[in-house]
């Protein structure tokens, strides 16, 4: 058997995926694994690195294993992650410092509202596309130095490095520090125009360069591992939404999809030329890839999926996260309930750090399965709020939306987003388009596909939904949408 697969390591925020394909872009295997969630206090939100790594090695063999192959049959391995949490470890010992800090963690909240106060946030916006928020890795990494004993000392004397999940993972694997174009536009320190960490930044932070990983493309060998025994190239890094941007085969300007994870993530490609947004998006790095970098526009919605996991591990309205479905389709609709799910505040376009959940329109009639729906509504209504934000900065409406992600599973709210948006959602056969776009990267550096054409070819269409409401229909649910947040964010 020849080495015809690819392994694509998909490290989310609460779990670990590892996923076989073939040549023809089909899963061979998977296997996932869920690890702790830490919540020191309210708002905060940690992993622990190790537990990170012992559950995506894990997954990794299982594939393997599952797939009935070996390691030597496996030509290259690609990985793609939650992008903005942060990890630093000794460069001596390579044991973590601190317990990574997690995208969805807000305790730098207040550290972001100062450098705003000191008007950082136009300079931070020129500079890497992004808004002052905790959301970034940037202040996480700061508040790492601070808070932990010796971390700083030792930092300044080149003793730490600092990485996202991805840099950890290739440490892990290869012992090499390094990251992609990607994943280094979510930190707040990457320069997106000169492509290099900004000093000037580094400098406002106080964060030693010393601490950053050497940042190289996309699609490239990183290093060889002997992790599995025989030797195996890691031979792609992505950030997890452009990576499902790339499995989309979303590669010309105007292709956009939407990844319903825990959080949900809208890109569209815009090419060779960065879009500085009007409307509250993010400008980022779409990927490195042919000695070029291409950009995109994002919008982020903190709580997607997770609102699911909400119902079923807190609330206990549910026993699992697909019986959301069909308890939500028990009501013809969400009788007027309305869930904001803003647990750790508001991401574009409102960006509200302070926002927290709220459910309005509660009557004696509501019950279990309205308040089911409407939370599963909240993931549709607020990608719309996103989507229009796009459609504004280009001046026209979006024809279709791709969807992928372990919630576009959901027919009910996949049929809820066409109708929100007024235009058609295809699904494509491979949901999980975030390996698939990280297996496709690794793919192209080693030589199993050749040029990118070859995977749109490999992309395939599962299901397209069509809006059913009429625009008046449409108006009211958004106008109860908007109430909504208003409420939440006043």
Same mark, same amino acid.
């Given at each position: 058997m020849?080495k015809d697969?690819v392994?694509a390591m998909?490290?989310? &925020? %609460? #779990?670990?995926r590892?996923i076989?394909?073939?040549?023809a872009?089909?899963?061979?295997?998977?296997?996932?694994?869920?690890?702790?969630?830490?919540?020191p206090?309210?708002?905060w939100v940690?992993?622990?690195?190790?537990?990170i790594w012992d559950s995506?090695i894990?997954t990794?063999?299982?594939?393997? =294993?599952?797939?009935?192959?070996?390691?030597?049959?496996?030509?290259?391995?690609?990985?793609?992650?939650?992008?903005?949490?942060? !990890?630093?470890?000794d460069r001596?010992?390579g044991?973590?410092?601190f317990?990574a800090?997690?995208?969805q963690?807000?305790r730098?909240?207040?550290?972001?509202?100062?450098?705003?106060e000191k008007?950082l946030?136009?300079?931070?916006?020129?500079?890497?596309?992004?808004?002052?928020?905790?959301?970034f890795?940037?202040?996480?990494?700061?508040?790492?130095?601070d808070?932990?004993?010796?971390?700083?000392a030792?930092?300044?004397?080149?003793g730490?490095c600092?990485? =996202?999940?991805?840099?950890?993972?290739?440490h892990k694997l290869?012992?090499?520090h390094? &990251?992609?174009?990607?994943?280094?536009?979510?930190?707040?320190?990457?320069? +997106?125009? *000169?492509?290099d960490?900004?000093d *000037?930044?580094?400098?406002?932070?106080?964060?030693?360069?010393?601490?950053?990983p050497?940042v190289k493309?996309?699609s490239? +060998?990183?290093g060889?591992t002997?992790v599995?025994?025989?030797?195996?190239? !890691?031979?792609?890094?992505? /950030?997890?939404?452009q990576?499902a941007l790339?499995g989309q085969?979303?590669?010309?300007p105007?292709?956009?999809?939407n990844t319903?994870? =825990?959080?949900?993530?809208?890109?569209m490609?815009?090419?060779e030329?960065?879009i500085e947004?009007?409307?509250?998006l993010l &400008? %980022?790095v779409a990927?490195?890839?042919?000695?070029?970098?291409e950009?995109?526009?994002?919008?982020?919605?903190f709580?997607? /999926?997770?609102?699911?996991?909400?119902l079923?591990?807190?609330?206990?309205l549910i026993?699992?996260a697909t019986? #959301?479905?069909s308890?939500?389709?028990?009501v013809e609709?969400?009788g007027?309930?309305y869930?904001v799910?803003a647990f750790v505040?508001?991401?574009?376009?409102?960006w509200?750090?302070s $926002?927290r959940? *709220?459910?309005?329109g509660?009557?004696r009639?509501?019950g279990?399965?309205?308040?089911?729906?409407?939370?599963?509504?909240?993931?549709?209504f607020?990608?719309a709020?996103v989507?229009r934000?796009?459609? $504004?900065?280009?001046?026209?409406?979006?024809?279709?939306?791709?969807v992928?992600?372990?919630?576009?599973?959901?027919?009910l709210?996949?049929?809820?987003?066409?109708?929100?948006?007024?235009a058609p !959602?295809?699904?494509?056969? =491979?949901?999980? &388009? %975030?390996?698939l776009?990280?297996?496709?990267?690794?793919?192209?550096?080693?030589?199993m596909w050749?040029?990118?054409?070859?995977?749109?070819?490999?992309?395939?269409?599962?299901?397209?939904?069509v809006?059913?409401w009429?625009?008046?229909?449409?108006?009211?649910a958004v #106008?109860?949408w908007?109430?909504?947040?208003?409420?939440?964010?006043?």
């Amino acid at each position: 058997m020849g080495k015809d697969f690819v392994l694509a390591m998909d490290q989310g &925020t %609460t #779990s670990s995926r590892s996923i076989v394909f073939d040549a023809a872009g089909a899963i061979r295997a998977s296997v996932s694994q869920e690890y702790e969630q830490i919540y020191p206090q309210p708002g905060w939100v940690e992993h622990n690195p190790e537990a990170i790594w012992d559950s995506q090695i894990a997954t990794a063999r299982a594939a393997i =294993t599952q797939a009935g192959l070996s390691a030597r049959d496996i030509a290259a391995i690609g990985i793609t992650n939650q992008r903005e949490t942060t !990890v630093v470890w000794d460069r001596a010992s390579g044991r973590p410092v601190f317990n990574a800090i997690v995208w969805q963690c807000r305790r730098t909240s207040d550290y972001c509202a100062q450098l705003k106060e000191k008007g950082l946030e136009p300079e931070v916006r020129q500079r890497t596309g992004l808004v002052l928020d905790a959301y970034f890795s940037g202040t996480k990494l700061r508040w790492i130095l601070d808070h932990v004993d010796g971390a700083r000392a030792l930092a300044e004397k080149g003793g730490l490095c600092f990485g =996202t999940v991805d840099s950890w993972l290739l440490h892990k694997l290869c012992g090499v520090h390094a &990251t992609d174009y990607s994943n280094a536009s979510r930190t707040l320190l990457f320069n +997106i125009h *000169t492509l290099d960490w900004d000093d *000037t930044l580094l400098e406002a932070l106080d964060i030693p360069r010393t601490m950053l990983p050497e940042v190289k493309p996309s699609s490239f +060998i990183y290093g060889i591992t002997k992790v599995f025994g025989p030797e195996i190239p !890691v031979a792609a890094l992505c /950030g997890d939404q452009q990576s499902a941007l790339f499995g989309q085969a979303a590669f010309a300007p105007g292709e956009c999809k939407n990844t319903y994870g =825990t959080g949900c993530f809208l890109l569209m490609n815009t090419g060779e030329r960065p879009i500085e947004s009007r409307h509250g998006l993010l &400008t %980022t790095v779409a990927w490195g890839l042919d000695e070029k970098v291409e950009y995109a526009l994002e919008g982020s919605v903190f709580i997607g /999926g997770a609102v699911i996991q909400w119902l079923r591990d807190e609330m206990r309205l549910i026993d699992s996260a697909t019986q #959301s479905e069909s308890v939500a389709a028990e009501v013809e609709d969400n009788g007027g309930v309305y869930v904001v799910p803003a647990f750790v505040g508001l991401g574009a376009p409102h960006w509200n750090m302070s $926002a927290r959940g *709220t459910i309005t329109g509660l009557t004696r009639g509501s019950g279990r399965a309205h308040i089911v729906r409407a939370a599963l509504e909240s993931i549709s209504f607020q990608s719309a709020d996103v989507i229009r934000c796009m459609e $504004a900065e280009l001046d026209s409406r979006i024809p279709v939306l791709k969807v992928d992600g372990g919630a576009a599973r959901n027919n009910l709210l996949m049929q809820h987003q066409a109708d929100v948006l007024g235009a058609p !959602v295809l699904r494509g056969q =491979t949901t999980e &388009t %975030t390996a698939l776009g990280a297996a496709f990267l690794s793919g192209l550096a080693v030589g199993m596909w050749k040029e990118k054409n070859e995977l749109r070819q490999i992309w395939r269409q599962e299901r397209e939904f069509v809006p059913q409401w009429n625009e008046s229909r449409r108006d009211i649910a958004v #106008s109860g949408w908007r109430k909504a947040i208003n409420r939440t964010i006043a």
